[in-house]
């Protein structure tokens, strides 16, 4: 009786509802045309200027959607455009625009200015945007796979450098065994419940038509260890610091941001969405997942001597501090997490920006150390690193501790005050890490000689953005808060 | 006008960095004009000030983050009036003391008036949230004014500070929000506004969360006993100006912190607290005042002789009566009067002889006696005689507190006596009998500049000594609302519980009060 009706429905003509994804359509074009253009047109800084176009546009087709757009499902309930997925999509946007901006120079610099470069970063962002808009766990594996493999690709992009080759095999390996956990997770939980649709789930679950509650447990399990590993938090964190570490600048940037938030969005919509009735099973996993993250993060921050891999252990406690917002799972958490990330893709992209314009070609480890002194050689740089630095620390009155503020008060307004002291602690440990650099740009005489430093426009215009950001949404929250307010999940 | 006072000092700095870090003297007038400014433009506070009222005067209210129900929210009473006032004369008096800085000029100048629109913000926040940003945004200036221009250990002193104060505040940003969700709670409307909170009750639980949450932060920047250990690191590295701001005003912050917040805020417990608060209080004033005996390093004993006097000031609030808190009040004035000279005494000493060691000195009462008249005032003004202000805020502390808890008076009485004797001594160690080292031949005495800083604080030492009147009249009403509010919380909560012997006390003061 149930296949006769599923062969019946599969007969119909397909309902294909395009206007949900004009942000997906505009950003696949831009890949496709930079591929033929690429073909008849030998300079690289043109496919730059075109990915900029169309990422920049996908963000304004995200907003005009979000403006204009009526929350609708399509492609049989597979893919959501409400507020959530399209303030995500703004956030990937602008996460992948700063990122074009701090590369251009860069990937020349290091001779990574394939016309792929690009075109890798553009799916990797629809990959992004489809996580973010799935209502329907195989969506949710699409999405991360689009985005995965691009990734991969994007750690290994520098060919002359064996870091490089290493970071991305390790992120493949391990990530494709990550899939696979999650994908296992998926077969788990349509066993239990017979359906992949997150909102089949949730009723499922709270009409108890389960056909084995131990299969569903195993499912919310293995998709909790497949998405935790792509939000990198403890104890599937191992090799954000070597990723971080090997792959170029420009691509370790756009990984911090993007794709964390992009887990962070199919990580909120499938506990928030589909296994919300477990909320009570689930807690106490995610409560340790975020104990577990900020503590080994800020902890392991401490001991790093290579800045890369130190923001890749702070990175590691942001994880952990935005799983406080899900350990909550109140009407704050999703707008939480919404303007965490947001400042977050300000904040780290403009420190890599820094990061980035201090190196020198072949110096692809650049040490704490080489801090010192900074203030004296381009007191400019130092204050914006500082800025981003404070703010990273949750130093008021910057971005960042708004967002913490809001993660912070959806945890005790929920009840976890002691996860929020553990967080507090953390951050007290965080504002060290993030001491240790302001003081050696500070409070320390410059070694070596300090050649000029000509900073491009385009880095400039990147700085410029984060730092605006920065400040905007620290001192003037308001409007933006109101925004994430109203693109929750419930 | 308030508003006008906090961010004067912004636009100090924005016309700062229009002028090229060449030229030092531009940039040193440019400072001292607007904390100058900034000065000016706070005194109409004091006689606008109405001291018949408790209510907040001069109060500004807009939104500023309305999801959250917070705004920008800043008013003055009789309590923070003289911690504004003390401030904005400090500051312009720190500019003016920091002539002979050369490293960075632009730079440091730009740090102390950030610190000076943070440090207002402070006293004059009514916003739970407003206090914490001002609360936090001090830091970062006074981090960067010890770790760039402090001593030789300045950067461990740096970090220890920012980490201490840091640890604090964290916990306090927990109670404030536990505070604003238990509240949401009970009455179902989201907002930071202080004045709000002093009206509902809040159970007797959380009133202890709250006083753990908020007294930590504010112990660690007082700072009471066992949260010491960041001062003396701190003072002695710190530059003199940034010595002087930070027993002035920041140490300020905590005791004013005790007054603002957990007292109203959280009364049962804090009078409970009362006991093991005003033990540390002692504590700290005997082992302040035992820590400074030993010290050979004269700055480190004026950084301990904090320690010693901020435990009166925290014994004086936790009293628990008008006249303790109003010693409390007054005596953080004269707190920032008193050390802030001697800081600044001790570091001119140190401009001309490189030297910080007692030892080295001996006898300059020959060789700079005006330099050593000053110093005479500021030393008797630290040791409370009569006459200077410091005597009119012990006499009150001490009054307050024999009536409520006289056995911790009995202990106050010792840190007096050795007040009075690290002091003085102190004062024969280095000013008189002969010149021992000959470099000492050579010292000159105070010149223009100097004298222009020391004479307003010794005006005001003199002044609140002989005629504290203008200075008490105006805290009156507050302090007494502080109390009646503390009465009620007390009443309200759980009265059975409450012991008997409070409820009498209470009432016989609210007798002798006319």
Redesign the interface.
Known sequence: MMNQQVTLELIEPPEIDLAVLWHVLILTGTGLVIVVVDLFYPKKRLMAYIALVGVVAAGLASMAMAKFGDGSYAFYDTIVSDNFSLFFSVIFCLGTALTILISVNYAEREAINYSEYYVLLIFATVGMIVMASASDLITVFLGLELMSIALYVLAGINRASSKSAESSLKYFLLGAFATCFLLYGIAFVYGAVGSTNLNEVASAIREDRLNSSGMLYMGVGLITIGLGFKVASVPFHMWTPDVYEGAPTSVTAFMSVGPKAAGFAAFFRVYLIGFSELSEETVTLIWILAALSMTVGSLGALLQENIKRMLGYSSIAHVGYVLVALVAANEMASPAVLYYMLTYCFMNIGLFAVVIALSRKGEESPFIKGYAGLAVRHPVLAFVMSLFL?SLAG???LAG?MAK?YV??AA??AGY?WL??IA??N??IG??VY?RIT?LM???EPEGESPPLPLSPFTLTALVVAVMGTLYLGIF??RI??LA?NSGLF | MLTAIIFLPVFGIVAMLFVPAGKAELIKKTALGSSLLTFLVSVPLFFKFNSNTAEMQFVEKVAWIEPFGVSYHVGIDGISLFLVLLTTFLTFICTLASWNVTKRIKEYMIAMLILETGMIGVFVSLDLLLFYVFWEVMLIPMYLIIGIWGGPRRIYAAVKFFIYTMAGSVLMLVGILTLVYTQYKATGIVTFNLLEHFKGDIPVNIQWWLFVAFGLAFAVKVPMFPFHTWLPDAHVEAPTAGSVLLAGVLLKMGTYGFIRFCLPLCPYASYNAASVMCTLAVIGIIYGALMALVQTDIKKLVAYSSVSHLGFIVLGIFAFNVEGIKGGVIQMVNHGLSTGCLFLLVGMIYERRHTRTISDYGGLVHQVPVYAGFFLIAVFSSMALPGLNGFIGEFLILAGVFRSIPIFGAFAIIGVLLGAWYLLWTYQRMMLKDIKHPENRMLEDLNPRELAVLLPMVVFIVWIGVYSKPFLSRMDASVENLVTIIEQGLREEKPDEAPSSIRELLKEERKERP
């Open positions: 404070f130093i008021p009155p501790f503020f912070f008060s005790i307004s005050v929020t002291v507090v602690v951050s007290v504002v060290y001491l003081v500070y409070m320390t929250p308001s808060l109101e307010r």
